[in-house]
C-alpha cells in the first residue's frame, strides 16, 4: 500500500473514532433528540403561524376602529402596541415549547430590560410622551401643527416620534419627548381663523378713504365671514407712514388663498384709488 493510501485511511479511522461518540450517544438518547427535533420544528411552526395571526388581528383591529370613526393617529398607535404585545405572546409561547424555564427567563430579561432601559431612557421618555399624546390628544391626523419649531400637517404619531408633512412635502419626523415639553400650536382645532393684515398708507392719503377702500375689498371676498365681524382700524402712527390693520375671520381651510386674495386685491384697489402706499426711504439733507 503506498503512503498516500495510508494517511488516507489513516485519517478515515481518526474521523470514524471522533464520530463513535456521538453516534452512540444519538442511538442510547434517539427518543430525546427526537423529542427535541420535534419540539423545535413545533417551535419554528408556532412562530410562523403566529406571527401571521397576529398581522392578521393587527390589521381586523386598525380596519374595526376606522370604522367605528376613531382618529387615525389612535387607531396606528393602538394597533401597532397590540402587535407587539401579540408578537411577545408568540416568542413566549415558542420558547416554552422549545422547555425554557420562563421563571428565569423572565428574572434575565426584567435584569436585561433595566439595563437597556437606563441606556435608553430618552427613548422610554419619547414613548411615554407617545402614550400621552395619545391621551391627551392635542392635534389628530391631518391637523396642521406647529411643534418644537417645526409646522406641518400630522400624518400619524407612532411609538417614539411624531410625523408631520410640510407644506412643501417635507417628511418631518419629531420625537415625541421634545413635542410635549415645547409649546404646541394647533391651526386646525378651531373651525375659523383670523387674519391679521397690516396695511401702510401715506400720511397724506385720506384715512377715511383708505379705510373703506380696505371695507370694499375685503366684503367682496365670498369667503370671508360675517361673524366675527371684520375689524379695520388705526394701529401705529409710524415715521413715515399710517399703519392700518384688517382682521377678517375665515374658515380655517380657506386661511391661506383668502389671505393670498386679500393681500393682491387691496393693493390694486389701493392704487385704483390713488392712495399712495409708502416704502422706507432715507432722506438725506446736504448743508
Do not use: C
Request: no cysteine; charged share 15%; net charge positive.
Amino acid at each position: 500500500m503506498s503512503a498516500g493510501n495510508q494517511e488516507s485511511t489513516g485519517q478515515i479511522v481518526s474521523e470514524h473514532h471522533f464520530f463513535t461518540p456521538v453516534i452512540n450517544w444519538v442511538n442510547e438518547h434517539h427518543e430525546l433528540v427526537l423529542s427535541h427535533i420535534a419540539n423545535l420544528f413545533a417551535a419554528i411552526l408556532i412562530l410562523i403561524v403566529g406571527i401571521y395571526i397576529t398581522g392578521f388581528i393587527s390589521r381586523s383591529i386598525n380596519r374595526t376602529l376606522l370604522k367605528k370613526g376613531l382618529d387615525a393617529t389612535i387607531v396606528d398607535f393602538i394597533s401597532t402596541m397590540a402587535r407587539y404585545a401579540l408578537i411577545s405572546i408568540v416568542f413566549i409561547a415558542a420558547l416554552t415549547n422549545l422547555g425554557v424555564q420562563m421563571a428565569s427567563f423572565i428574572a434575565v430579561l426584567s435584569a436585561a430590560a433595566l439595563a437597556i432601559g437606563l441606556a435608553l431612557k430618552g427613548a422610554l421618555s419619547d414613548f411615554a410622551s407617545g402614550i400621552l399624546l395619545i391621551i391627551l390628544r392635542p392635534f389628530k391626523s391631518g391637523d396642521y401643527v406647529e411643534v418644537s419649531g417645526t409646522a406641518g400637517s400630522v400624518e400619524s404619531i407612532l411609538l417614539l416620534n411624531s410625523v408631520l408633512k410640510s407644506p412643501d412635502n417635507k417628511h418631518i419626523v419629531v420625537p415625541n419627548s421634545s413635542i410635549l415639553k415645547g409649546k404646541i400650536i394647533n391651526y386646525s382645532r378651531k373651525p375659523e381663523r383670523r387674519i391679521d393684515l397690516v396695511i401702510r398708507v401715506s400720511y397724506q392719503s385720506d384715512l377715511m378713504q383708505a379705510k373703506q377702500v380696505l371695507k370694499d375689498v375685503v366684503l367682496a371676498n365670498e369667503k370671508v365671514l360675517k361673524q366675527p365681524e371684520l375689524q379695520i382700524g388705526v394701529a401705529e402712527l409710524s415715521n413715515s407712514n399710517i399703519n392700518i390693520v384688517v382682521r377678517p375671520w375665515v374658515k380655517s381651510a380657506d386661511y391661506w388663498p383668502v389671505r393670498f386674495a386679500l393681500t393682491e386685491n387691496i393693493k390694486n384697489a389701493l392704487q385704483a384709488a390713488q392712495i399712495d402706499i409708502p416704502y422706507p426711504q432715507l432722506d438725506i439733507h446736504k448743508k
